[in-house]
């Protein structure tokens, strides 16, 4: 059998910027081992596999996604890969595109100006102890983290911008936690905020751009900063812009994608 299969850069407006993710529409689910095994052949953050839904339930497809190790249950720039997949390959005639997941339903709409943005869920923190993992992984840690829960990561607050990116986290260490992924944040210099992500456990040591950490940093940070508007930005090698928009109980996170290549997979 063949399938179609997409790479596309997400939160980048050029190639070899913002954050990879493969992108395989199905008429029908593969196997779970059929598609962790896809995900790590492709050895990217994350590859999306999607299938067509009637709407009756509110989704126009139901997505997944997987790292070369495990299933997460939420994941924004392998939604927005998505999304611009079905938009300009697949002959999607609406601008709006509806996926039941995981994590409930999540909208993606098309800007006049060919931005996508993604409606997420207002992801809620627990403050407590920093993990002593955390600690020991990472130089300058506070005393306390936030805990989120359903998204199974710790947000880590420095205190600038220039301490997000000098961070040199012990990978070795952060693997210890699992599947728990670390956020590190601060105010920004060059945007209203800034952020960089660690997930050793579930194969990325390092991701370039990571949408969903964004339904935890814009309600601290619209706190905080007192607005509802905001721009951030993840400061990995690759770096991504994210204009954000806390609304209630949801989150707006907006970015764009570059198209890199297209194919297909041989499966026997």
């Known amino acids: 059998m063949n399938y179609p299969i997409y790479q596309v850069d997400a939160f980048a407006s050029e190639i070899f910027k913002g954050n990879p993710a493969a992108v395989m529409p199905l008429e029908a689910w593969l196997p779970d081992d059929t598609m962790q095994a ?5 050895n990217l953050a994350e590859t999306a596999f999607f299938v067509r839904e009637s709407g009756t339930n509110g989704a ?36 709006e595109i509806r996926f039941g997941s995981r994590s ?28 002593p993992i955390i600690s020991q992984a990472l130089d300058s840690t506070p005393a306390t983290a936030f805990y989120v829960p359903n998204d199974t990561n710790y947000m880590v607050v420095l205190e600038n ?20 992924g670390v956020i ?23 991701d370039p751009v990571t949408g969903s950490i964004h339904s935890v940093l814009v309600p601290y940070w619209a706190e905080k900063l007192g607005k509802t508007k905001l721009e951030a930005r993840q400061l990995s090698a690759r770096g991504g812009l994210l204009r954000c928009e806390l609304k209630g109980d949801r989150v707006a996170i907006a970015g764009q994608v570059a198209f890199y290549m297209e194919g297909t997979v041989h499966l026997e």
């Open 184 to 206: 590190i944040t601060a105010p920004g210099d060059t945007a209203d905020f800034v952020s960089r992500y660690f997930a050793p456990g579930s194969g990325i040591d390092e």
């Open 60 to 95: 126009d497809f139901h997505i997944r996604w997987f790292t070369p190790s495990v299933e997460v249950p939420l994941c924004g720039h392998a939604t927005l890969a998505s999304a611009w997949v079905i938009f300009n390959k697949l002959g999607w005639q609406s601008d």
């Open 38 to 42: 896809l995900a790590a052949e492709n």
């Open 161 to 180: 911008e220039a301490a997000v990116k000098a961070a040199q986290p012990d990978m070795r260490k952060l693997k210890q936690l699992g599947n728990q």
């Open 104 to 131: 409930g339903i999540l909208g993606v709409h098309q800007t006049p100006d060919n931005w996508l943005v993604l409606d997420f869920p207002n992801l809620k923190t627990e403050e407590q102890n920093t993990p």
